[in-house]
């Protein structure tokens, strides 16, 4: 389960944190804690930033947290947490409540008594195992091997990544080769088979293949290399991208 705006006044040693406001959105999930240092904080991230505001070197009337709530909105970050205290911002305004409720935009208090570094690495461990915990399930409704593996190595990029030492070319250039690859080695290496099965022709099919082959470096006669290239195959058939990149050699 994934650390939503909600959990965070549960979190060990942050129930001094209330979630004020904008509760229809306080199932938004939280990316990561970001101070902001700057009046606008927009530039600096990304979506999902749990946004803190403390009022430390300038003041923050009313009127400023009001435009801070529609950056907020705007920038889609998870929500806002403003800390009050005499020194700086003294209370949440009961208008700012009231919009940030219009906005469903979560917005928590934090006093200025709690230390901000016990808050942002609580948050930030919380963050880390729970998406842990996530990618572990994940990988429990995997319906196979290959898409299992995909998921523990991660993103589309991750996966190219861990391939790419062992061919000689970009990953991305074997996608429109794909569907050749899998013909050939669901016929076991049957040129004639797999050739009927795509509805090509058998040198074709040929031509296909001996450009994988040439491109990855790999020898079909080498069983380390025809492992490789049924990992290769199984690997890539998982990814979104793949799916979209079908057959157009001749």
Request: net charge negative; aromatic share 4%.
């Given at each position: 389960m994934l650390l939503r705006c909600n959990d965070i006044p549960q979190l060990p040693g942050l129930g001094a944190m209330q979630l004020r406001a904008g509760l229809t959105g306080a199932q938004r999930v939280v990316r990561w804690p970001y101070v902001a240092e700057n009046r606008s904080f927009s530039p600096w991230v990304k979506g999902g930033e749990l946004v803190f505001i403390t009022g430390i070197g300038r003041h923050h009337s009313q009127g400023s947290l009001t435009e801070r709530l529609y950056e907020a909105v705007a920038s889609?970050?998870?929500?806002?947490?403003?800390?009050?205290?005499?020194?700086?911002?003294?209370?949440?305004?009961?208008?700012?409540?009231?919009?940030?409720?219009?906005?469903?935009?979560?917005l928590l208090e934090q006093p200025y008594s709690l230390p901000m570094v016990q808050v942002t690495e609580t948050i930030s461990?919380?963050?880390?195992?729970?998406?842990?915990?996530?990618?572990?399930?994940?990988?429990?409704?995997?319906?196979?091997?290959?898409?299992?593996?995909?998921?523990?190595?991660?993103?589309?990029?991750?996966?190219?990544?861990?391939?790419?030492?062992?061919?000689?070319?970009?990953?991305?250039?074997?996608?429109?080769?794909?569907?050749?690859?899998?013909?050939?080695?669901?016929?076991?290496?049957?040129?004639?088979?797999?050739?009927?099965?795509?509805?090509?022709?058998?040198?074709?099919?040929?031509?296909?293949l001996d450009k994988l082959f040439r491109l990855?470096?790999?020898?079909?006669?080498?069983?380390?290399?025809?492992?490789?290239?049924?990992?290769?195959?199984?690997?890539?058939?998982?990814?979104p991208s793949a799916s979209a990149c079908l057959e157009t050699a001749p």
């Open positions: 889609e970050v998870a929500g806002l947490v403003i800390l009050t205290g005499d020194a700086y911002i003294g209370q949440v305004p009961n208008a700012l409540l009231r919009l940030a409720d219009q906005l469903a935009m979560p461990r919380a963050i880390v195992q729970r998406e842990q915990e996530h990618a572990r399930q994940q990988e429990l409704l995997a319906g196979s091997l290959p898409e299992r593996l995909q998921q523990r190595l991660g993103s589309p990029a991750e996966v190219a990544d861990f391939l790419q030492p062992f061919i000689q070319c970009p990953v991305t250039a074997l996608l429109p080769l794909l569907d050749s690859l899998g013909a050939w080695l669901a016929h076991q290496g049957n040129l004639s088979a797999a050739a009927k099965a795509l509805g090509c022709h058998r040198n074709s099919l040929r031509y296909r990855t470096g790999l020898d079909p006669q080498k069983a380390t290399d025809q492992h490789t290239l049924i990992l290769l195959h199984a690997l890539l058939a998982e990814l």
